[in-house]
């Protein structure tokens, strides 16, 4: 070593110390000691050092800053700084140490180092301090394993310090440690402590794999713990899956154990496999089957997967577990879904005991009565009802279970009581009346609903008890009074349906009636309503006369019920009220019928609808088919040939046919001799009807519909006399009866009224009517007063009976219908009653067609039906409407001669004229040669003079159109002309009219009708007050021109007239009155060459007056009229009159005469005459005389 070295210093150096400075020193030291522990022994002995104290460090510390390399006093002095705490200053005196080759690898010095580390990081408080402290001491045991230590020594370091490390240092010393271990047993710990390891750090893999070595090289005796560990392991990796996979082999090498099996029963739960667990869990509980607990637990798990049977296999061993009442439930419930609910019963009623609930004792004696063990529920109630009161629900089931075993006695009892105890609660009431009734003890019953009555607690199903208890005490009319007693259930269906009954019962028909309406008017599902009982209570509406009620009941019983039989009788009770509309609606509606009766009746009903409607071909066609369905049947077969009979004149061959067919084979059936009679009759072969009539005359001869209607047969045959004394005896026979009020039926009594009002007069047949013999309805009066106020002419009675017929919705026959519809003009009934009526007067018919405007039509019908009728009265009739007719629809030839004188004028005239009607129009062409005669004023070439005109007219119902074209040619000057004329019914008996005349000849004087042309508007307005006056005004403006040119003035002209019609009868005979006006401006003679004309120049009034005015009266006889291409009345026609006026422009009175006479020479051609002379003319040029002659052949027949 050399001299310089730096170890060989501190020796050199040791002979420089001081004595005497070091006993100084040694002494300051020892007093201090003294001082600080006087008590205390220092450096007394060797232990000092193993006992650090201040003094004792101070004392290293100084030795150590004297010789800082030695080591010795330096690890002396690291120790007792680690002893007393001061870790820092230690690991900082450490450094020189560590830093030493030698002395850093040394056992001694390290294992102080890595104890003071230790005691460092233990003594660190703050957290990160701590951390880094802990590093430091990882640190230095990984440089420890990298030392060249005795593989022991560093075990042993190890093995105390490798817990004060972090996990991750610790398991890489543990992997260290496994590396170099051979022991088993030490390797199967360090296989264990690394598999915790790596589980807490996350590494299930490593951990799984540690723990399947361990337990690979473990005993047996340990191995199912490392597998309960192993599993642990697994399940702590989230996956519970990865754990059961490996519970089938480790179940499988460890069988027996009885944790590995609840460990994998709690795996396969979580991993959702209940299955497994299970199996698992069964396994378990064969190891010890006498262990309930496991028994309970398994039954729960059985349960859970829906093995009834294997939990109730359970049941025996597991019911030593059911110390709790959920327990107990549990066994009640398996029991009871097994199958067993009688073994069941004693663990619920168990459970009920030891829960003392009220609802588990409600449900236990439920769960009896459900068993059928009715002592045990009967024994649970009586028990609760000697605790408390009984509940309304227990009241009734302990009631039932007393009636179920047949104590009916203890049932009253117990109710009875119970009502004495609480009389106002209305089901315990309730039960007792049920209860009565079960009994049959009415009375009692009874009873008691009356005092509950009494007590006002009768509720609306309690009174209608009541009221069916006392009806079934047959007292009936007291059970209605019950029901009086309050305001009926308006929406109670029971109610209206034993009121119905009862009603029935008492044949109150009303108030069936009324209650079954209110049953139809519920809604539907409310009230069962019965064929029958519709049919009753129809039947007793029927019975009273109600048809029409009865009829709408039986329908709704019809389509309630879909039955069809119902449905046709209410349309035969419809038709009997006379709802004919009603009818047809629901024959319409309802479906064909399947019997084959029923479809007769079916077919019956629809030709009596069509038959009332007017109908007859249709009602015709109906009671054929109805034959056909039921031929044997008489009244379908005689209603077909009265139908037939109705409508004889459009079916005239059939009932020819059936006619002559039942002649041959009714000989002997009297049931045939009516139809017959008056089938012939209707064919207008009279004979063979009085023959009929004749043969049925025995069997008939009280029979007034027999008399009268052979007596209409001896009518239209023409034997007037012996219908007359068949009429008159029938009265005789009716007479007696009728004044002494006997009754008699409904024909008979319109019979004898009609009969009366003929032969006794009007006045008697009113107060006959009246009396209370007479069986009319009121339907059947009604009808006969309106016939009477038709037949005498009464229009506003009529029209009050019409309108009563209306309100009553009452068909009238045809013949009335019609009339009515005259009387007030109504366009479209006089349609609807020409469609529907086939058997109408004939004049009616007539004049119908006539209003509606047919007016060719009617008098084509007209005459056909005089030639085709033997009835005298038809046959006036008619002729008298057809002659009214002809005379506005000329049809033929007329040649016409006349002479005429009017003021400066005569002329000698011919004319030919002809008349043509084509449906509703009619063409007329006139044409007319006119000649001056030598007496007259005017020169030949201004008087002679042709006319050619055309007319053309057309019609409806209420208008009338007449166009006029008219051409006259002169040697002088021809002219042309044109005139409209309109006329419109407004009113009945109301009609107004317009002309236009443009150019056309006018008749002011004999001058302007010579060489005049007018051009003129005028209005018309006619009247008819009443039947038989009518009256008329015109008034209009016109301008007379003359045909070279000149005007001759214009101006306005007015006239009014009334007629009056003294006697309507032919001869007729009328008086009028009248007034006329006319005013012209202008001069006639302004022209000169008007004078060139005339023989001797006339006045200007002789051409135009200024001004006229008239004021006249006339009367007039007539039977026809004459000149006219008509047939009107017989021949021969006249006509005669006289007229007196006043002129008062000219103060002048005037008067005249009119006749004429008409003879039929041959077939339709007549010969006819008239005359015409007046005193004055307007011009007030003396007297005007016509004569007329001509010759007319009717061509319209």
Known sequence: MSVDDPREIPRKREHLIHPVGLLVLAGTITLI????????????????????????????????????????????????????????????????????????????????????????????????????????????????????????????????????????????????????????????????????LYAGQGDIDSAESHLNLAWEMAPDGRKPALALRLLDILLASGDPYRALIRVPGLIQHHPLDRRLLEKGRSIALQAGRPDLALQWQRQRYALTPEDSALAWALMEAELGQGHLEAARELVPIASKQAHTPERVRRIAQILTWSGDPNAAFAWWERYASMTRREADREFLWKQAIGLYRLNDARRILESIA????????????????????????????????????????????????????????????????????????????????????????????????????????????????????????????????????????????????????????????????????????????????????????????????????????????????????????????????????????????????????????????????????????????????????????????????????????????????????????????????????????????????????????????????????????????GQALRLAHEYAGPEVADRALTQPGITLTDDERLTLLLEWALAEGHRILADVYSEQAAARALTLPGWQQLAMALQRNDGSALEKALADFDNLPLSDATLARFRLGRRTQALTYGLTALTDTLDETNVSQVRALVATLRTGLEDGVRILHRRQKRDVLTLASWGFTWAELQDEQRWQLDLDQHGVTPDTSVLNATG?????????????????????????????????????????????????????????????????????????????????????????????????????????GQGPHMQGGITHTLFAEDPAWQVSGDVQWYRFSGDPLADARLNSHFVAAPSADTILPREFGRVGVSTRWYHGEVHRIAHEVPSPRWHFGVNAGYQWTRDVLDYGLTAGIGWRVTGDDELALSLDWSSETATGSGQSLTLTFSYNSYTGR
Do not use: C
């Not at 009708?1009 to 009247?1023: I, M, N, S, V």
């Open 33 to 196: 000691l003294y001082v600080m522990f006087p008590r205390d022994t220092v450096f007394t002995t060797s232990d000092a050092l193993a006992r650090p104290d201040a003094l004792s460090i101070a004392y290293l510390r100084v030795l150590l800053r004297s010789d800082p390399d030695n080591s010795e006093v330096r690890l002396h002095l690291i120790r007792q700084l680690r002893l007393t705490g001061q870790y820092r200053e230690a690991l900082a005196l450490m450094g020189p140490l560590l830093d030493d080759p030698v002395l850093g690898t040394s056992p001694e010095v390290f294992s102080e180092y890595i104890n003071l580390l230790a005691q460092d990081m233990f003594s660190r408080t703050r957290p990160d301090e701590k951390v880094q402290a802990q590093r430091r001491l990882e640190l230095a045991l990984r440089r420890m394993t990298r030392m060249p230590w005795p593989e022991d020594r560093i075990r042993a370091t190890l093995e105390l310090t490798r817990n004060w490390v972090r996990p991750s240092t610790r398991v890489e010393l543990l992997e260290w440690l496994l590396a170099r271990t051979q022991d088993a047993g030490e390797r199967l710990a360090l296989h264990q402590e690394l598999a915790t």
């Open 386 to 749: 000697a605790q408390r009161p009984l509940t309304r629900a227990e009241r009734e089931e302990l009631f039932g279970l007393y009636l179920d075993v047949g104590d009916t006695a203890a049932a009253r009892a117990m109710l009875e009581r119970e009502r004495a105890r609480n009389p106002d609660e209305a089901s315990l009431t309730q039960q007792l009346y049920s209860l009565y009734i079960d009994l049959r003890d009415w009375p009692a019953a009874v009873r008691l609903l009356e005092a509950e009555e009494q007590a006002g607690r009768l509720t609306a199903e309690q009174r209608l008890e009541l009221a069916n208890l006392t009806w079934l005490l047959r007292r009936p009319e007291q059970a209605l009074t019950v029901l009086d007693r309050a305001p009926p259930d308006e929406r109670n269906a029971a109610y209206w349906d034993f009121r119905l009954q009862l009603a029935v019962y008492l044949e109150d028909f009303d108030d069936a009636a009324s209650s079954l309406t209110h049953l139809m008017a519920l809604p539907d599902g409310m009230a069962a309503l019965s064929v029958e009982d519709f049919a009753s209570v129809g039947s007793g509406l029927a019975l009273t006369g109600r048809y029409g009620e009865a009829a709408r009941l039986m329908w709704a019983a019809g389509q309630r019920n879909q039955r069809t039989d119902i449905l046709l009788r209410a349309v035969q009770l419809a038709m009997e009220a006379r709802l004919w509309q009603e009818a047809g609606e629901w024959l319409a509606t309802m479906p064909v019928p399947g019997t084959d009766a029923e479809r007769a009746l079916w077919w019956g009903l629809k030709a009596r609808l069509a038959a009332h409607q007017g109908h007859q071909d249709r009602a015709i066609g109906y009671w054929e088919q109805a034959t056909i369905y039921a031929p044997d049947d008489p009244n379908y077969r005689d209603a077909f040939m009265w139908a037939l009979i109705g409508a004889a004149r459009g079916h005239a061959d059939t009932l020819a046919s059936y006619l002559n067919y039942y002649r041959r084979t009714g000989v002997d059936d009297s049931r045939l001799w009516p139809l017959l009679a008056y089938g012939y009759m209707a064919l207008g072969d009279t004979t063979q009807a009085l023959a009929w009539f004749r043969l049925g005359l025995l069997a008939y001869q009280r029979d007034v519909d027999w008399l009268m209607g052979m007596a209409e047969a001896f009518h239209l045959a023409g034997y007037e006399d012996y219908a007359q004394r068949l009429k008159r005896h029938v009265w005789r026979t009716l007479a007696p009866r009728l004044q002494a009020g006997l009754t008699l039926d409904n024909e008979r009594s």
């Open 944 to 1048: 002679d003079q042709q006319d050619i005109s055309l007319q053309w007219q057309t019609w409806g119902r209420d208008w009338t159109l007449t166009a006029t074209a008219a051409y006259r040619v002169r040697d002088t000057r021809s002219t042309a002309g044109v005139s409209l004329n309109w006329e419109q019914d407004l009113d009945e008996g109301l009609r107004i009219g317009a002309t236009l005349n443009l150019d056309m000849r006018p008749d002011i004087s004999g001058t302007t009708w010579a060489w005049g042309q007018e051009t003129g508007l005028r209005g018309r307005l006619d009247y008819g007050i009443d039947s038989r006056t009518t009256l008329a005004l015109e008034a209009g403006w016109r301008r007379i021109d003359s045909v070279y040119g000149p005007r001759l």
